[in-house]
């Protein structure tokens, strides 16, 4: 009967930083090795950082990640780690121009063994067949006699490939690095997919996950092992770097390690959101953001958000009433800005407005998309004089339906809530109030921006439901719709009034075409002779000096 | 010894217009069968459009475009044209979500043939991995006696997989349908790569493509037709719809049919620019387009490239000095609308300036980036007001290396040049003036556009070239950084001075990140639990009634 302790480091790594990526590996080996682990696994992709998009094509970059890979390895060994196993990702180059997503496993000062990625996800948030060959070849290393078998992410979501190879070789461990990203619900779907493969290997699975923000996805840790049959033998917590330590047995049963709590929904969709915030303004070397406070449910909870993911004294809330703000709400945003502790500004932007009303004549729609922009300009002037990131406060289901003015209320760099709609939104800024009384602290979220009807206030009297379905039933439709791609058959099916049906579908349509039509800054649709390169947002990468 | 009279129908396809498509292929079929062709032919995704990016994994559109080709078969027979043997593209179904990129055969008011794409492109622009299945079945249809192979795009520019089966199967001609993007030169390419499958064959290879803008690609048509030794026998030209008929011949030489003239390449390119920008416009829409008018030759080429596309009547120039704006730069932008017929207005932006400023204190680069954000605010008004379509006028040059304010000049729904570099910019109006001179026309663009020095006129005095490298060295370095993907080792070795090279390179890193940080309207990063769905600007498709 042998004995192996290792060590899960899920930690949070940044594209295209090589240097403070391979500086958290050793690190973490150093704690794991203090911790007695002689095997120590970091998520998929730790060295150049995931996802990395079209960068992994560019021939410096690869030739810098093969450097960053050797120098990694020696420097473990010169700081007296060469007798620890070390499991890291990176690319593998070689071949073409596309290298492989890759496993390397680092002992002595050398690379002692590497594992391609085989199947390569090419859906969803994924693009790997675009930038990745796939592997082919299954690998296991011996560790103080016990065989570990590698495997890397969407290999254990699919059958065939290298793990049914690994099965028929046999191994005494699945060792499987990831970069999986936040999904509500996921946990359950990543624990039924590993219970599969360990079942297929006859032995215990150890998954190893990333956590952290990185551009528009939030990763969130909570790696586990699993027994072969099943079984959660330990697991680590959801969005916080920590390391799992446990020790695997051959010949005998398994022993439990660690369990982590689990998150209650609400929580657990709060929490992703602080992370994917905090995330994005760190790794792109912002230490404030700005943002509009009208008085509102949206930008009060964005407000707490960003006061929980970078400290409120961090946070610079604008309240930039018009004409038709109406008096609650500018309270509303001063008593926001104070229960977080935000630096707060009043901009009135009727002067703006009255310059531009003066020289143009606008009424309807440009009227009110007019007192939007005013905003966005006036943030923008901000954050070009001061350094903050803008956050931009609008919700899925605004967004949706095209209830936002482009370059309006949609002028910002990050929108903590693009993804969350209305229903969610006063769920989250509920859980919020609640954890803060919890623990006896204020609420963040004045309880009327809560409470009171949802209004834009770009004309008297206008609240939301003049003109869109409640918000639970608008919510519903958007879902099937837009998340699950159900046509208007399916809709009816389910049995959503016709007219709710036509009237969504119509305004998401017509949103939908809005955002793409006008889309970003300067980046905007026109003739291309080649698409732009596909790059992440946050990216450390620098040509290197020759 | 037989003949088959064969018609390439280049068209102008709408992704999403299953109806418009089908009714197109009709009205030329019906062209085609009055030339006497047996055989006609038209382009990869014919009847969807192309590209569709995620549309073409919605089951309910995939439902639609099965019942469009059984109807387009039965309405061919019903209009007396079911004797011809029709051959579009759509997307084939049947498995499992993804559907395959189709082409059918009809005859006889059914489908007779289908043949899948096999080599599905999955680099630059092309995303096709991810949204299709790939075939592996050849497919060979008899046209009286003459045995066609069929293929599409793809399939001709990679060795293996279904032409190679054809070429041992034994064909007389092999028909290639095609949705190939334009890019400068690969006329050239196409003719190498179908020059080598018509050898592989040892048959005549007929290539038909699409025609017309669609997003930000442009689609050149230039169909043709190849011997086996690769000999050019017919041709069509670029950038209009056309029909080549020819007669294909078996057992004997084959005979040569009409020839396109080629183009030049400045012409080429300008060409391809007008060609976008119609799409963009009709297809959206929209009927009408506003720029802003500084009196440079940037805005003056996109108002040339307007006016050829949709009639310089139906064109808003709009002049906005502010207090640095020169005389010569009024005056500029007046006789530039003049020149080609628009509307012009002037609305000066230091009232909207001055508004600001009483209520922000602002300088540097935020007080420059105020005034183009005024001007992208007016633009914005007079778009929601008249329902024009904003046009942005940067070119590819400043966006590369960030010369550009993000909601200010890049404000707009289509940037003409914006794939076009500055060196480009001047020799495409010296280009587009000498055509009118040569044809008696007024020259479009002011001669003082083209020769005074470039400046944003932001501050007093200020020029490009006080901050930037000249533009013809400066295009070179973006060309081989961007465009090829050269590091800084690769550059340096091409002579590039090195203090040029870490100037631009340092310049364009931060303008990608930028552009990609504050990115678009609604559509900005934010957390997402999923990707936003992946559609096409363009698209008419509409969830059908039930």
């Not at 093969?66 to 071949?95: E, H, K, P």
Request: glycine share 10%; net charge negative; proline share 5%.
């Amino acid at each position: 009967m042998a004995e192996l302790r290792i060590a899960l480091a899920q930690i949070d790594t940044c594209v295209g930083d090589l240097t403070g990526n391979a500086e958290a590996v050793a690190a973490w080996t150093r704690k794991a090795a203090d911790a007695g682990a002689r095997l120590v696994a970091f998520p998929e992709m730790t060295l150049t950082g995931y996802p990395i998009e079209d960068l992994a094509l560019r021939a410096s970059f690869q030739r810098a990640a093969d450097s960053a890979v050797r120098a990694l390895a020696a420097d473990l060994a010169t700081a007296g780690l060469g007798d620890v196993t070390v499991v890291v990702g990176s690319v593998g180059t070689g071949g073409g121009s596309r290298p492989t997503n890759r496993a390397v496993v680092l002992r002595g000062g050398e690379v002692i063994a590497h594992y391609d990625k085989h199947h390569l996800p090419n859906y969803g948030v994924f693009d790997e067949a675009r930038i990745f060959v796939p592997g082919d070849q299954p690998a296991v290393v011996d560790v103080d006699g016990v065989r570990v078998g590698l495997a890397i992410c969407e290999d254990i979501w699919r059958e065939g490939g290298t793990v049914e190879q690994l099965a028929a070789h046999g191994v005494d461990l699945l060792l499987v690095i990831n970069g999986s990203p936040y999904e509500e619900g996921k946990t359950h779907l990543r624990l039924e997919s590993a219970a599969a493969r360990a079942a297929q290997v006859s032995a215990p699975l150890a998954y190893v996950n990333m956590v952290g923000g990185q551009d528009d996805l939030v990763f969130d840790g909570g790696s586990f092992v699993l027994d072969a049959d099943g079984t959660v033998l330990a697991s680590a917590p959801q969005f916080v770097e920590h390391m799992l330590v446990w020790d695997a047995t051959t010949g005998g049963a398994q022993r439990p390690g660690p369990q982590a709590q689990t998150l209650d929904a609400d929580e657990e969709v709060y929490r992703a959101l602080v992370t994917g915030l905090t995330g994005y303004v760190r790794k792109n070397g912002f230490t404030s953001v700005v943002l509009g406070l009208s008085g509102g449910i949206d930008s009060a909870l964005v407000a707490a958000i960003a006061a929980d993911a970078i400290g409120g004294e961090n946070v610079v809330g604008v309240g930039m009433p018009s004409r038709y703000s109406s008096d609650h709400s500018k309270d509303d945003a001063a008593d926001t800005a104070k229960r977080i502790g935000a630096d707060y500004r009043v901009v009135p932007i009727a002067p703006m407005v009255d310059a531009f009303e003066s020289n143009l004549h606008l009424e309807g729609v440009a009227a009110e998309n007019l007192q939007a922009r005013m905003r966005g300009v006036t943030l923008m002037a901000l954050s070009n004089m001061e350094g903050h990131l803008v956050l931009a406060t609008g919700n899925k289901s605004e967004l949706a339906v095209g209830y936002s003015t482009i370059y309006g209320d949609a002028v910002g760099g990050f929108a903590p809530i693009k993804d969350v709609d209305k229903s969610r939104v006063w769920a989250l800024s509920r859980w919020r109030n609640n954890h803060a009384i919890d623990r006896g602290e204020i609420p963040p979220i004045p309880e009327s921006s809560i409470t009171k009807p949802p209004s834009a206030e770009l004309r008297p009297g206008q609240v939301d439901q003049d003109s869109l379905p409640p918000y639970h039933l608008l919510d519903e439709v958007i879902d099937a719709y837009v998340e699950r791609s159900e046509g208007r058959a399916e809709l009816l099916a389910r049995g959503f009034d016709p007219e709710v049906v036509d009237r969504v579908v119509s305004l998401v349509d017509r949103a939908e075409w809005k955002r793409r039509q006008y889309p970003p800054g300067p980046k905007v649709t026109g003739v291309a002779f080649g698409r732009d390169r596909r790059l992440p947002v946050t990216n450390r990468w620098r040509e290197p000096a020759v």
